[in-house]
Structure formats: structure tokens, C-alpha cells
């Protein structure tokens, strides 16, 4: 499919990437783990939900792999890409795009998971640092560098608590609660960038974007904090369970509202951007899909979206470096 500009990659449309991205995790990371148990006689409900789940699961991660192979090729044609990010950032993402490929067919072992996110950390770590060098892209590659930092300070989390439950050590525990709470503080840094850079430097357009996405968070971080509690209504039971799955463990030390809140706006925030038009690069794209990953870089999807970000992050420095007509000419040759 012929393009006109950087928005579509192999006939891939990235917007269109990034949306279903969005609504894979919703469902496939939470609505659709929550439902079972929910109540009694929704049985051919929780197999749907399930089909739907899978379908749309394999469907993105079918186009993101896509994506990422094409990304991958046009960047080593790219005659002012840093040669640190060569020898990093693409080698990683060959690294997590066999193991995407491979989860395909059965689940991933916990030693190939832990391969799998130290190469989308190292690979979206080389992407952001390639994207720091302009103006135009320096957002985006301080988004990616946050979400991958906070990929790996849960991962870091995640190996602590396992060697608590090991060694019994209670001050592996509390590091783990340290680490987790760090990796929290480094989402609301993501977010704060990515409302920045969708304020446009304007303070009213600033306060719409804030409101408009800590309100509802908020909201529904209230709404779903007391979901376990006895009594709890069907939907906030659901709206718990959901926020649940898609929050990584150990958790922080911020109340559960707060996490859940988190979690809500760093969701309504990668939707913003993954709906918004933009003239020129895909900076929108990049900031989404980091904030996509939800520090899970050892899950496969979350991975691949770290990846096609980081592959993403410096073809749009190349962009932003060229005029406008050159621009389009190899947008429709990419």
C-alpha cells in the first residue's frame, strides 16, 4: 500500500497500530482476565470474552511484528543513525521480535521473559538517547526513556519479592516496595511529559488535557479501590479486578485509588495520543505505545510496543532532519 507520509510502514498504518494496541490491553490484560468468577451462569460470556480476547491479541501482535521488522530494515539505511544504537537498540529488537514469534506458539519460560524485557529496556534506552539529539523528537525519546526505565525498576521489583519469598528476607521485600514505588514515580514522569508535549506550551490547552484525563482517572481509581470489599456492585468488582490485572506487582507505597488512578491515566493518556493528528512525524505514536508497555516488558505484547516505539523514535530524528518534500518522498518509499 502506497504511503504519503512516516504514518504507514509496510501498509501497516501505525495510528491504526497503536489504537488496537489500546484496546488489546484493555481487554486481553484486563477485562477479559477479570470476568471469570465474576458471577454465576455467565459462562458462554467468559468463552467469548476469551475468543475475543485471543483474536484481537494475535491480530496486534501479528501487525506490531510486522511493524517492527519493517522499522528494523528501514533503520539501517539510515545514513545519520547513532552507531550506539545500532549496535544496542537493533539487536534487541531482533532479540524480542524471535521471542514475540516464539510466544506465539507456547508460553515463554521466566529466564527467556527476563531475556525477552532486558532487550526491549536496552533497545528503548539506545531509541530515546538517539531521539535526545533534536528539538522535535526530544519528548518522545523522554517518554520511551521513562517507560523503559520504569519497565525495568518492575522488573528489578519483581526479582526482589521472589528472593524474599526465597531467602525469607524481609529487606528484600521492603526494597521491593522501594524499587516498585520508584518505578510509579517514573510513570507519573511519562505522563507529565506526554501532557507537556500535548499542551503544545499552552496553559489552557495544558489545563484541558490535565483535567481532562486526572479527572476520570481519579474517578475510577476511587470507584475501583473498594471492589473487594463485601457488598461491592458487579461493575466496581469488575472495574477492581480489571485495574488489578493490568497493575503490576509488587505494588507501590501509594494507596490503591492512587495506583489504580495511575494506571486509569497513563491508559486515557495513550489513547489521546494514539487519536491525535499530527503534521509532521509520529512523536504521538512513540509517547502511546511507551505508555502502552505499563512496565511489562516481560510480557510479549508490552515488549513489542517498547520495541516498535524505540525503532520508531529515531527514523522520526531522520525525519525531523529533513525538508518537508524529501520527507514525503521517503514516507511513500517506507
Not at 523503559?148 to 521491593?176: N, Y
Request: proline fraction near 5%; include cysteine.
Amino acid at each position: 500500500m502506497a504511503s504519503t507520509d512516516s504514518d504507514e510502514v509496510s501498509g501497516v498504518s501505525l495510528s491504526v497500530l497503536t489504537q488496537v494496541a489500546l484496546l488489546a490491553t484493555v481487554i486481553g490484560r484486563g477485562v477479559a482476565p477479570a470476568i471469570p468468577g465474576l458471577t454465576v451462569g455467565i459462562a458462554p460470556f467468559i468463552t467469548f470474552s476469551g475468543r475475543i480476547s485471543a483474536f484481537v491479541s494475535q491480530l496486534v501482535a501479528a501487525g506490531g511484528t510486522a511493524a517492527a521488522i519493517r522499522l528494523a530494515s528501514g533503520a539501517l539505511r539510515l545514513p545519520k543513525l547513532d552507531l550506539g544504537y545500532r549496535l544496542v537498540g537493533l539487536p534487541g529488537s531482533a532479540i524480542v521480535i524471535a521471542l514475540v514469534m516464539a510466544a506465539w506458539a507456547r508460553p515463554l519460560e521466566p529466564n527467556l521473559c527476563r531475556v525477552m524485557a532486558l532487550a526491549a529496556i536496552a533497545a528503548a534506552l539506545a531509541g530515546s538517547i538517539a531521539s535526545l539529539r533534536l528539538r522535535e523528537t526530544r519528548a518522545c525519546g523522554l517518554v520511551l526513556g521513562c517507560a523503559s526505565l520504569s519497565g525495568f525498576s518492575h522488573l528489578m521489583a519483581r526479582e526482589l519479592v521472589s528472593r524474599a519469598a526465597e531467602r525469607l528476607d524481609s529487606t528484600s521485600l521492603h526494597w521491593a516496595v522501594a524499587v516498585a514505588t520508584l518505578a510509579s514515580l517514573l510513570d507519573l514522569g511519562a505522563l507529565a511529559l506526554t501532557w507537556a508535549y500535548l499542551a503544545e506550551g499552552k496553559s489552557s490547552k495544558a489545563l484541558r488535557v490535565v483535567l481532562g484525563v486526572l479527572v476520570p482517572a481519579l474517578a475510577l481509581g476511587l470507584f475501583a479501590a473498594h471492589g473487594s470489599a463485601p457488598g461491592s456492585g458487579l461493575m466496581r468488582v469488575l472495574a477492581e479486578r480489571t485495574l488489578s490485572q493490568l497493575s503490576r506487582a509488587p505494588a507501590a507505597a501509594f494507596p490503591v485509588a492512587t495506583r489504580f488512578a495511575i494506571t486509569t491515566a497513563l491508559l486515557i493518556t495513550a489513547g489521546v495520543c494514539a487519536f491525535q493528528r499530527t503534521d509532521r512525524g509520529k512523536v504521538g505514536v512513540v509517547m502511546a505505545l511507551s505508555l502502552l508497555s505499563l512496565g511489562a516488558p516481560d510480557m510479549p505484547l508490552p515488549a513489542l510496543w517498547l520495541i516498535v516505539a524505540a525503532l520508531l523514535a529515531p527514523k522520526q530524528v531522520a525525519f525531523a532532519q529533513m525538508p518537508r518534500t524529501e520527507e514525503r518522498v521517503v514516507g511513500r518509499s517506507t
